[in-house]
Nanobody, 124 residues
Framework: QVQLVESGGGPVQPGGSLTLSCAASGDDMNYYVIGWFRQAPGQEREAVSCISSSVEKTFYADAVKGRFTVSRDNAKNMVYLHMNNLKPEDTAVYYC?????????????????WGQGTQVTVSG
């Protein structure tokens, strides 16, 4: 079992920045990719960014490349999503996910465990 708790969401103006944090606990986190999905109103959940347990590999959705950065502190079991140059289309509930590592399979496909979500609202 893995427990994930997000924090750091809120309102922000277009062009602004925000950092989301995810505290992970429970199982050995070395077995998991940790990352972020989001769901906008009326839309399906989509992968945003993920990072491997070794922090050597990362995934970014095309929509956020160059603007978002994912980082991971294994000593603290924390994962962060640094979001810059935010756009109204980034408005969504952001979920921290833990994805069990399966060799030779791509990362950031879907979460085996999910946090409760944190709202990010980008508006002027």
């Amino acid at each position: 079992q893995v427990q994930l708790v997000e924090s750091g969401g809120g309102p922000v103006q277009p062009g602004g920045s925000l950092t989301l944090s995810c505290a992970a606990s429970g199982d050995d986190m070395n077995y998991y990719v940790i990352g972020w999905f989001r769901q906008a109103p009326g839309q399906e959940r989509e992968a945003v960014s993920c990072i491997s347990s070794s922090v050597e590999k990362t995934f970014y959705a095309d929509a956020v490349k160059g603007r978002f950065t994912v980082s991971r502190d294994n000593a603290k079991n924390m994962v962060y999503l640094h979001m810059n140059n935010l756009k109204p289309e980034d408005t969504a509930v952001y979920y921290c996910v833990a994805e069990l590592i399966i060799q030779h399979q791509p990362m950031c496909v879907w979460g085996d465990y999910w946090g409760q979500g944190t709202q990010v609202t980008v508006s002027g």
